[in-house]
């Protein structure tokens, strides 16, 4: 089991997503405002908390959203999984995975520049809403079994 660390949203593609403390998420679209949210496979972006701190050890002055994620994850194995796995969030909040890893902006974004490498074509997690709900900080998120296929 593990925990959500942050979670972020951004009015518009291609943009840096910004923590917020909470957000509304809605069945089959994705978080309410951001806009990645709509009737396709990738309504939710999602990237582990300890492969974010690899990435600080080169940039410290990294935030979370600048991958463009919309959740963090703590202790919850994200690069192991498989689309059709499902995640829970809290009691409620039921995610599809559909895609494991997307190329970076324009072929190389900002982290890739400064960097050299970016963990988003790798190890981002992309789901479906299935269940939606409230998403807060702080909340557990754990793997359960796939409830349907893509």
Not at 103 to 124: F, V
Request: charged residues 20%.
């Amino acid at each position: 089991m593990g925990v959500i660390e942050a979670v972020c949203t951004s009015t518009e593609k291609g943009t840096v997503k910004n923590p917020v403390r909470a957000a509304l998420l809605k069945t089959d679209w994705g978080f309410e405002g951001d806009a990645h949210a709509g009737a396709w496979h990738r309504q939710v972006s999602l990237l582990a908390g300890e492969s974010i701190d690899l990435v600080r050890e080169k940039m410290p002055e990294l935030r979370y959203g600048m991958f463009g994620e919309n959740l963090v994850t703590r202790g919850i194995e994200l690069p192991g999984l498989c689309c059709g796995d499902c995640l829970k969030i809290g009691e409620v909040v039921i995610l599809e995975v559909t895609q494991v890893g997307k190329a970076c902006h324009n072929g190389g974004c900002p982290i890739k520049t400064a960097t050299g490498d970016c963990i988003m074509p790798r190890e981002g997690i992309f789901c479906k809403v299935l269940s939606g709900g409230q998403v807060i900080s702080g909340t557990e998120i754990s793997l359960v079994q796939a409830t349907r296929s893509v």
